[in-house]
């Protein structure tokens, strides 16, 4: 039968996944059977996507990108590497969340901020000491190589207004708005929904402080345009943003997004 | 007329720019739809809101 092993279609005679492992590794080598990793054998089956990994060894490159993405549904993966999402701010929303969509392998990723990384940053976002002072669109592009070097990752360094949207996320399936600024986020939710008809909109208010993490929902208040957080808590004076909140709510809107790109509509 | 969802008595004939500001929301933190149509801020203050109107008043607080 055909089963694709680490990333390449194999003829084999094999008839369990275990047999596969004792042919091409050693017995203490991760096996992972349809994006589940398996501790007893089970019968192969035509088709079937089988990824062996040596715990420690460096692998070949490509293999490498089987591998990481060993742990996804195979079709899964085959669509996410196809989607094109652009992020609007690449503060404690935008660098999770795109850190996040790396990760799952999303296939080409536009990063927008205008801003560079300083100290206070540091509670929520996805940054280190020695990003202090970098764009973060680099501090984040890099990050993002070490992450997942598959992907295609693109920066503009500018800050978005009215009459920027459509030149820079006119040819995406999803923006991400993850701004910071309640009057900037309505700016661009409006252009979007305005002059963007084929976009798909994924924006967030409120998680500020430390309520309930189940306060936090997705919502699709429009057809286009689906909004993550508490729509209540907003940061200010005495009420601070911090990572574990505003984390939930980015792993709400890169959720959505995830949905959106497998061609998921409802929330 | 509808708002977000639920039944609201319009008390006079005012524009969407009288009813927002009445509410006390800030215009330049909302996107609002109209019978499924986005308004742009532009014509807050010339349109008219009628008991048949469903409106949509999406409303961002800040953080991120």
Known sequence: MQVEVNGKKRLITCRTAFEVRAQLGNETDIVILNGFQIDSDYLLTDKDTLTIIRKGMMPAQEELESMMMARHTPEVHKKLKQGRVAIAGLGGLGSNIAVMLARIGVGQLLLVDFDIVEPSNLNRQSYYICHLGMPKTLALQSQLAEINPFIQIETRTVRVEEENVVELFGSYQVLCEAFDKPAAKAMLVNTALAKLPDVGIVAASGMAGFASSNLIKTTRPIKRLYVCGDRESGAGIGSGLMAPRVQICAGHQANMILRLLLGMEEI | ?64
């Open chain 2, 1 to 64: 007329m509808r708002l977000n969802g639920e039944t609201v008595q319009l008390e006079q004939e005012q524009t969407l720019s009288e009813f927002l500001m009445a509410a006390k929301v800030d215009c330049k933190t909302i996107a609002v739809e109209r019978n499924g149509v986005i308004v742009p801020k532009a014509e807050y203050e010339s349109i008219w809101l009628s008991e048949e109107d469903t409106l949509e008043i999406v409303r961002f607080v800040g953080g991120g």
